[in-house]
Nanobody
Framework: QVQLVESGGGLVQAGGSLRLSCAAS????????TGWFRQAPGKEREFLAS????????GYADSVKGRFSISRDNADNTVYLQMNSLKPEDTAVYYC????????????WGQGTQVTVSS
């Protein structure tokens, strides 16, 4: 099993920045790819960004391309989502996820962290 714990959410003004962290533990050697998602009230979960666990091959949703950046610290099994130029519509619960196979659904999910962007 893999455990994922997000942190770094909070309240920020429009135009500001936040960096979310996702600490992975357990059988991290089984992870092949990791990603960030979000879900706003009344909306479906939305993919934001993903990254190979070994590094590289990043992918982004058009809605965040150029504003958000995903990265990983190999030393402590932590994945980050740097969010810049935040907008009120970025308000949501943000989740990190990990999967054991490329092309498959995500197997593991964190509990989420709330991000609120005020106008």
């Amino acid at each position: 099993q893999v455990q994922l714990v997000e942190s770094g959410g909070g309240l920020v003004q429009a135009g500001g920045s936040l960096r979310l962290s996702c600490a992975a533990s357990g059988r991290t050697f089984s992870i092949r790819r990791t990603g960030w998602f979000r879900q706003a009230p009344g909306k479906e979960r939305e993919f934001l960004a993903s990254l190979n666990w070994s590094g590289g091959n990043t992918g982004y949703a058009d809605s965040v391309k150029g504003r958000f950046s995903i990265s990983r610290d190999n030393a402590d099994n932590t994945v980050y989502l740097q969010m810049n130029s935040l907008k009120p519509e970025d308000t949501a619960v943000y989740y990190c996820a990990a999967k054991k196979s490329f092309g498959a659904d995500y197997d593991y999910w964190g509990q989420g962290t709330q991000v609120t962007v005020s106008s």
